[in-house]
């Protein structure tokens, strides 16, 4: 049981090149997130899907898209690169809504140059 | 009303010492407020969890104080140890509703041993 996985554990892009981050969980959760982390202003939700086939925008989605390919599986893209998407990227999973915990992955550090 | 805030920034204590990190929401529909722990290059995980039902939920070394006239909740660490030193996030939620968080900016806590 690995819980929420990340791939990959560092990236370094050019600005203007594309990338996919991808998560995957092994939970049967039915609620997955992708947030970013910058300092000083803790967890910030980019998009979310509180089930298989829906997604929904966060607190700061310009930038990025977001595929649910499946119940285990939620990828976060960045379309064209920009320095200030330069951060540290946690996917999350729920089992359902608002109250229950939270599992984090370990996290994607992303610099783009 | 959306937000979360959250303090201080940092905190400094000495082995033994109690550490004491506040949060105030200003939605009152909001009923999950847990908190999380992350350590260097590690995703967050939950430390300990309150529903405003309880004014306190005590574990091991942990307590959450509640206080839902005043719309604050504080994470007490008795005994604080070395081991202790991390970055604590505070949050809440709704149990339904939402599959959103909101986040605190987070309490980087340095334990002296």
């Known amino acids: 049981n690995a819980g929420v996985t990340q791939t990959p554990k560092f990236q370094v892009l050019k600005t203007g090149q594309s990338m996919t981050l991808q998560c995957a969980q092994d939970?049967?959760?039915?609620?997955m997130y992708w947030y970013r982390q910058d300092p000083g202003m803790g967890l910030r939700l980019i998009y979310y899907s509180a089930s298989e086939g829906t997604t929904d925008k966060g607190e700061v989605p310009n930038g990025y898209n977001v595929s649910r390919l499946n119940k285990r599986e939620f990828s976060l893209r960045l379309e064209s690169a920009a320095p200030s998407q330069t951060s540290v990227y946690f996917c999350?999973?729920?089992?359902?809504?608002?109250?229950?915990?939270?599992?984090f992955g370990p996290g994607t550090r992303l610099t783009v140059t | 009303q959306q937000q979360v805030k959250q303090s201080p920034q940092s905190l400094i204590v000495q082995k033994g010492g109690i550490s004491i990190i506040n949060c105030a929401y200003e939605?009152?529909?909001?009923?999950?407020f847990p908190w999380y722990q992350q350590f260097p290059g590690k995703g967050p995980a939950l430390l300990i969890a309150?529903?405003?039902?309880?004014s306190e939920k005590k574990e091991g070394r942990f307590t959450i104080s509640f206080n839902k006239s005043a719309k604050q909740f504080s994470l007490h660490i008795m005994d604080s140890q070395p081991g202790d030193s991390a970055t604590y996030f505070c949050a809440a939620s709704m149990h339904s509703g939402t599959y959103k968080y909101i986040f605190g900016t987070g309490t980087r806590l340095k334990v002296l041993a």
């Open positions: 309150i529903r405003p039902d309880v």
């Open positions: 999350a999973s729920t089992q359902g809504t608002g109250g229950d915990e939270q599992y």
């Open positions: 939970m049967n959760h039915n609620s």
């Open positions: 939605n009152t529909a909001f009923d999950y």
